[in-house]
């Protein structure tokens, strides 16, 4: 263990393994949350998990980069066992980005400082050039001009566009979403989801919990249906909602559709 | 009354005005490095560490601080430890300030959204970079008020350099009262002395919290 894995996988999983759960199982106490998660996700590719709350969504993109630790089964994310003794986790976490739910900026920081921070601290980037390529992801994701405003004064929709910024700010070869939209405003979230959109073309590999099964369509290359701490189904797109198999599947989509 | 007795010893008033002064500084500052350690350690990820944080707190605060200031200084010389009663005081006060600073820390700490952690971690930063970078800024400001107050405390606790015969503000005191027997100006004169201490410190962490407050 420990290279990457360079044969194909499953569907739409050609090419290098971006990240790899084996038979993982995880418990908060009694609640066995995840039952055996078999998953591949090929670098490069653009995975949108959805599923009923509470399923174990959050959870499972936790498990990735080890802010949950799994109690079976194995990890590989970019070559690295996450869950072996001795993995240096933080060296793995500074190559995937994480973008969550409630956004999580640092309150006391400028939308700049935000962006800016791990670069300087946790990668020793010189400050000067971590804040140039700091004004520029801002701008990429639309708060050019208020890269000087603590989060408090953003709306919704800014402050996640920085913190999507924020996570990029690492240069990640992942991305990981937990519902990012979920927390916004109607009115806002169309404009998180473009930012997302574009990143889609980029070539990164993304992991996106969510519920917007619009942008799930139109960007996924595929759709991981989670229900109840197994992966019920993974298909593209289209078939996914064309075409699911699944009772389980046909039910929330009914819900949701 | 003759208050010339303040007047008449002015110079050992003054004296004991800085010592309570310096005494106080010194007790600070122990007891804030002290706290800024501990604090974060009643959170760490190592069981060890958390314990051994918690056994502090929990054993200095709730003994008298008088108790830890006789123990530096006439019982520590049985160990070995030497301290002068100034660095003896310092030791107690600072020891016992330290321990009630870091549960008010602690409390700020715990106050703080996990989010925040967990965003600082997912970066890569370490627990002490996630303390020092994202979790302790946002957690002091919140805890201004009790800090204030336990600053004061410090101040008043210097007052146990009287019983180790400091010649700090009540040590002072008590020593012109006995020689002069003008116990009520001294004291008062004491007292006097203290405030003009502890009313400046209580306006500068009302002047910096609504300092925070206002960004
Ligand atoms: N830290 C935790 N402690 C205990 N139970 C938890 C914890 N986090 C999540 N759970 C439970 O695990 C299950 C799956 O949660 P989660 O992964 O957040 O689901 P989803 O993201 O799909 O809504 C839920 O029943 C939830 O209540
Ligand atoms: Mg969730």
């Known amino acids: ?103 999580n900026l640092y309150p006391h920081k400028t939308a700049l400082e935000n962006v800016m921070l791990a670069p300087v601290k946790v990668a020793g980037v010189p400050r000067g050039e971590a804040e140039q390529r700091a004004r520029e992801l801002l701008r990429r994701v639309g708060i050019g001009e208020k890269h000087g405003a603590y989060p408090a004064a953003l709306s919704g929709g800014q402050q996640q566009r920085v913190a999507i910024a924020r996570a990029l700010a690492m240069r990640p070869e992942i991305i990981l979403f937990d519902e990012p939209t979920s927390a916004l405003d109607p009115e806002m979230i169309r404009e998180v989801l473009d930012v997302m959109r574009g990143l889609a073309h980029t070539g990164i590999t993304m992991v996106v919990v969510s519920h917007e099964m619009g942008f799930a369509r139109e960007v996924a290359d595929r759709i991981v249906f989670v229900d109840d701490g197994m992966i019920v189904e993974e298909r593209p797109p289209l078939e996914f909602f064309d075409d699911a198999r699944h009772e389980r599947t046909k039910a929330f989509l009914s819900k949701i559709l | 009354m003759s208050w010339d007795v303040l007047a008449d010893n002015a110079g050992l008033f003054w004296h004991g005005f800085q010592t309570t002064l310096l005494l106080a500084l010194a007790s600070w500052a122990v007891a804030a490095s002290l706290s800024i350690v501990v604090a974060p350690l009643r959170v760490a990820p190592l069981a060890a560490l958390r314990a051994a944080a918690t ?55 715990s106050a703080i959204p996990r989010g925040q952690y967990e965003s600082a ?3 890569g930063m370490s627990f002490v970079q996630a303390m020092r970078l994202v979790i302790l800024p946002q957690a002091l400001r919140l805890v201004v008020p009790p800090l204030g107050t336990e600053t004061i405390n410090i101040i008043k606790n210097t007052s146990l350099g009287a019983a180790v015969s400091m010649g700090e503000i009540l040590g002072t005191a008590n020593l012109v009262g006995s020689r002069t027997f003008a116990y009520v100006v001294v004291f008062v004169g004491a007292g006097v002395l203290y405030l003009a201490l502890t009313l400046p410190t209580a306006a500068a962490f009302n002047a910096l919290e609504r300092r925070l407050a206002r960004r």
């Open chain 2, 55 to 109: 056994a502090y707190v929990e054993f200095t605060r709730n003994v008298p601080p008088i108790v830890i200031v006789f123990f530096a200084y006439f019982a520590l010389p049985n160990l070995g430890v030497e301290l002068s009663p100034f660095a003896a005081v310092v030791a107690g006060v600072g020891f016992y300030g330290g321990a009630m600073f870091a549960e008010i820390i602690r409390s700020g700490i």
């Open chain 1, 1 to 103: 263990m420990g290279q990457p894995e360079m044969h194909g996988a499953g569907i739409g999983a050609a090419g290098p393994v971006a990240i790899e759960f084996r038979d993982v199982h995880k418990r908060y106490g009694d609640l066995h949350v995840l039952k055996g998660i078999d998953l591949r996700v090929a670098a490069g590719e653009v995975v949108v998990v959805v599923g009923p709350s509470g399923s174990g969504k959050s959870t499972l993109i936790r498990c990735i980069n080890r802010i949950e630790a799994i109690d079976a089964g194995d990890i590989t994310v970019l070559g690295v066992p996450v869950a072996a003794r001795g993995t240096d986790i933080r060296a793995l976490r500074r190559r995937i980005g994480m973008v969550f739910q409630q956004f």
């Open chain 2, 121 to 123: 971690t997912a970066q």
